[in-house]
């Protein structure tokens, strides 16, 4: 066989995912027309894919940090936008084998670099009408971390939430607190206590002890409580949010 010949049938990227969505198709025994399926790689800020009909086109965008994925993903992948599509239930082990590869720390790391590139990170100014993150973050890095926590970026958040109090993003380096904290009503150490909290994932997030399933290890536990009014501030969370 002559190096054109092979060549020719090694498959680009968009031309393996076509094939496979066209046997998962089949696999699913889908019975409207879905042909033709075009597939193109997409740069999204993170790891998302899309998948709709336009003009009777079954159009499919996929991550494009998924041009390298192994077969077995993309068919996984494939399955999983089909079956919500078509309302079919998900199979679980389909389901797991992709969440473990999403999961893996190369395309944590992948996604995070992506997203660190071509997204923004919305959040309001971390001086806020009673309280400034930064004299808090300042005091706090002194007191716990010997000044160590570095290069990060603070803010409140744009709305006032219940449900996420706190978040460190590590692809932005940033730390956000919910604005319901912003006011006369909550103690000073609560407000701490949660930026003291995202400050531990940032420390966390570059050390060795990193890890990514289990955010809230036994170690990061451990450090949580030294914090001086730890059980004051869980306390006050619990009887009043």
């Given at each position: 066989m002559s190096q054109l010949a092979l060549f020719e049938?090694?498959?680009?990227?968009?031309?393996?995912?076509?094939?496979?969505?066209?046997?998962?198709i089949e696999h699913l025994r889908i019975s409207r027309?879905?042909?033709?399926?075009?597939?193109?790689?997409?740069?999204?800020?993170?790891?998302?894919?899309?998948?709709?009909?336009?003009?009777?086109?079954?159009?499919?965008?996929?991550?494009?940090?998924?041009?390298?994925?192994?077969?077995?993903?993309?068919?996984?992948?494939?399955?999983?936008?089909?079956?919500?599509?078509?309302?079919?239930?998900?199979?679980?082990?389909?389901?797991?084998?992709?969440?473990?590869?999403?999961?893996?720390?190369?395309?944590?790391?992948?996604?995070?670099?992506?997203?660190?590139?071509?997204?923004?990170?919305?959040?309001?100014?971390?001086?806020?009408?009673?309280?400034?993150?930064?004299?808090?973050?300042?005091?706090?890095?002194?007191?716990?971390?010997?000044?160590?926590?570095?290069?990060?970026?603070?803010?409140?958040?744009?709305?006032?939430?219940?449900?996420?109090?706190?978040?460190?993003?590590?692809s932005h380096g940033s730390i956000t607190v919910s604005?319901?904290?912003?006011?006369?009503?909550?103690?000073?150490?609560?407000?701490?206590?949660?930026?003291?909290?995202?400050?531990?994932?940032?420390?966390?997030?570059?050390?060795?002890?990193?890890?990514?399933?289990?955010?809230?290890?036994?170690?990061?536990?451990?450090?949580?409580?030294?914090?001086?009014?730890?059980?004051?501030?869980?306390?006050?969370?619990?009887?009043?949010?």
């Amino acid at each position: 066989m002559s190096q054109l010949a092979l060549f020719e049938e090694i498959e680009t990227p968009v031309e393996r995912s076509q094939r496979i969505f066209v046997e998962s198709i089949e696999h699913l025994r889908i019975s409207r027309n879905c042909q033709p399926v075009l597939v193109e790689f997409y740069p999204f800020v993170g790891i998302n894919h899309t998948i709709r009909f336009r003009d009777g086109e079954l159009l499919v965008r996929l991550s494009d940090l998924f041009q390298q994925a192994p077969e077995e993903i993309i068919k996984a992948l494939s399955i999983i936008l089909l079956s919500k599509l078509f309302r079919r239930k998900i199979p679980a082990a389909v389901h797991s084998a992709y969440r473990s590869y999403i999961n893996s720390l190369e395309m944590t790391e992948r996604s995070q670099i992506t997203r660190s590139q071509r997204g923004r990170k919305l959040l309001a100014a971390p001086k806020g009408h009673h309280y400034d993150l930064t004299v808090l973050f300042d005091r706090l890095n002194q007191e716990y971390f010997d000044d160590r926590i570095e290069g990060v970026t603070l803010g409140w958040s744009l709305r006032k939430s219940r449900r996420i109090l706190g978040h460190f993003d590590p692809s932005h380096g940033s730390i956000t607190v919910s604005r319901i904290f912003d006011h006369p009503g909550t103690p000073e150490m609560v407000v701490s206590y949660i930026l003291f909290h995202e400050m531990l994932h940032a420390k966390f997030a570059t050390s060795s002890n990193f890890d990514l399933k289990h955010r809230h290890s036994r170690q990061f536990k451990n450090e949580e409580k030294k914090f001086a009014d730890y059980d004051a501030a869980n306390h006050w969370l619990k009887t009043n949010l």
